[in-house]
Nanobody, 116 residues
C-alpha cells in the first residue's frame, strides 16, 4: 500500500517562507513523477510544481515560478517544496501526488496559511 504523508504546513506572515515535505512509503517506482497541488477554499485544486524521480526535471505553475522550488531526496523517498515570498493568495491545503501510470496516489494534505 502506497502512502504519501505531507508535513511542514503552518501559519506564516506574508513575505515569509515554509518548506513542505512529502514522504512516500510502501513501494518504489522506477519511473514516476511527484507533484504538489493546492486547493484554496471554494476553488478547484490546482497544479503547483512537479519533479521527475529519476531525472529531476522540474515544472512550475506560473504563479509560483521564481518563488517556490521543488526538490527530491531519492534516498529518503521524500519530495520537498520550498516556498518563499509567500502571499495570502498562497493560502491553501497543499497536497502531494505520485504519478506512475497507470497508478496515482494522493496525500491527505497540509494546511498553509499566509497572514497579511
Amino acid at each position: 500500500q502506497v502512502q504519501l504523508v505531507e508535513s511542514g504546513g503552518g501559519l506564516v506572515q506574508a513575505g515569509g517562507s515554509l518548506r513542505l515535505s512529502c514522504v512516500v512509503s510502501g513501494r518504489t517506482f522506477s519511473s514516476a513523477a511527484m507533484g504538489w497541488f493546492r486547493q484554496a477554499p471554494g476553488k478547484e485544486r490546482e497544479f503547483v510544481a512537479a519533479i521527475s524521480w529519476s531525472v529531476g526535471n522540474t515544472y512550475y505553475a506560473g504563479s509560483v515560478k521564481g518563488r517556490f522550488t521543488i526538490s527530491r531526496d531519492n534516498a529518503k523517498n521524500t519530495v520537498y517544496l520550498q516556498m518563499s515570498s509567500l502571499t495570502p493568495e498562497d493560502t491553501a491545503v497543499y497536497y502531494c501526488k505520485l504519478t506512475a501510470p497507470p497508478y496515482y496516489y494522493w496525500g491527505r494534505g497540509t494546511q498553509v496559511t499566509v497572514a497579511s
